[in-house]
């Protein structure tokens, strides 16, 4: 299948060698140059800007980094330029309403489009184990369903145009929240001297289990290992958890939905961010709750 491919950073390069490994013809497009080389070391063919990538597409495949990019992409490059004949995929995590918008457009010259934002990081991007989540028609998700295989371990339905980044906004709230739970029962437990293994042996058997401690425990040397164990390097950094948690506030907001838990993880982790953490893996927010995140000096005594 001869397929375009938008948006080659840290989750598209991984993705896009997957299905150029598969056999696809892929065409590949980034706006950085280092981007296009590795994309060309991984069996892509580079093209020279989006709209020779996507001229004789049968898919058009997008990974950018949040709605501004997938409108322009879309409105002044892909659609028109396209054959109506390709299915349109966006993988980027973006706002529902604007999902909505550029599918309704697409639609309307057209095109068959879904979104199918992903769960699973830059490893699982690699690797080819993705989760993809996917909003639009049943006859757009069929037509995707094959393509996503190739770079996931699952594709799953979850209804029309703009679910699946409502699904996606919606888990990230979750695992956000459920991580600072986490983090601040294991300071908590670790303050009332409890051993922090048996702790975790407890909660992991206890109605206390959740995926943030058992999967992904943010405590060094506790359970499996995770970037808890490589000082918080790797693995899904909290600037991504904050654009995902202002994106659930955005959409709560737009559907007057009471959201306090996820209110208070993005302020959480807007202050973390603010002190340094934004490259950190999300659990690092812990240093932040056992207050041992060296904090910088206020900016108004910089330079003194
Ligand atoms: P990234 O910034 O590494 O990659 C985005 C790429 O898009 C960049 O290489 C950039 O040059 C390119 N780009 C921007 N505008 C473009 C344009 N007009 N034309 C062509 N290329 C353009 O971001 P990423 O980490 O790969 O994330 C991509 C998306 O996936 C984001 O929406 C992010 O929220 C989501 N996501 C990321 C992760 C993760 O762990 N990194 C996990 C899940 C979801």
Redesign the pocket.
């Known amino acids: 299948m001869r397929i375009a491919f ?7 390069s991984g993705m896009a060698a997957n299905l150029a490994k598969d056999k696809h013809e892929v065409h590949a ?4 140059a280092a ?1 296009l080389e590795k994309a060309a070391a991984n069996g892509c063919t580079i093209a020279a800007s ?1 709209p020779a990538a996507v001229k004789k597409a049968e898919a058009v495949i997008t ?4 709605g501004t ?1 997938v409108r ?2 879309y409105e002044s490059e892909v659609l028109g330029t396209a054959p109506k004949s390709a299915i349109l995929i966006d ?4 706002d529902v309403a604007t999902a909505r918008e550029v599918e309704a457009d697409a639609q309307a010259k057209g095109y068959a489009m879904v979104d199918a ?6 490893a699982a991007a690699e690797a080819g184990s993705l989760t993809f989540m996917v909003g639009g028609s049943e006859d757009g998700f069929a037509r995707a369903e094959p393509i996503l295989e190739k770079m996931g371990k699952a594709v799953i339905y979850a209804g029309g145009p703009g679910a699946g980044q409502a699904a996606k906004i919606c888990n990230n709230m979750l695992l956000g929240a459920s991580m600072i739970a986490t983090c601040e029962t294991f300071v908590l437990a670790r303050n009332l001297g409890l051993d922090l293994q048996t702790f975790f042996d407890i909660a992991s058997k206890a109605s206390g289990q959740n995926w943030s401690m058992t999967s992904y425990c943010p405590i060094p040397g506790v359970g499996p290992e995770t970037p808890a164990d490589r000082d918080y390097e790797g693995g ?2 909290a600037a ?1 958890m904050l ?2 948690l202002r994106l659930a506030m955005e959409a709560a907001a737009s559907v007057d939905s009471y959201t306090p838990m996820g209110s208070a993880a993005e302020e959480l982790y807007a202050r973390f961010a603010k002190l340094g953490g934004s490259t950190k893996d999300f659990s690092a927010i812990i240093k932040m709750l056992d207050d041992s995140w060296p904090k910088p000096p206020p900016p108004e005594l910089n330079g003194f």
């Open positions: 938008i948006g080659l950073g840290n989750m598209g497009f980034d706006l950085n981007a989006t990974m950018l980094p949040a990019h322009e992409v993988c980027s995590t973006i934002p992903v769960s699973g990081g830059i899904f950094a991504l654009k995902d």
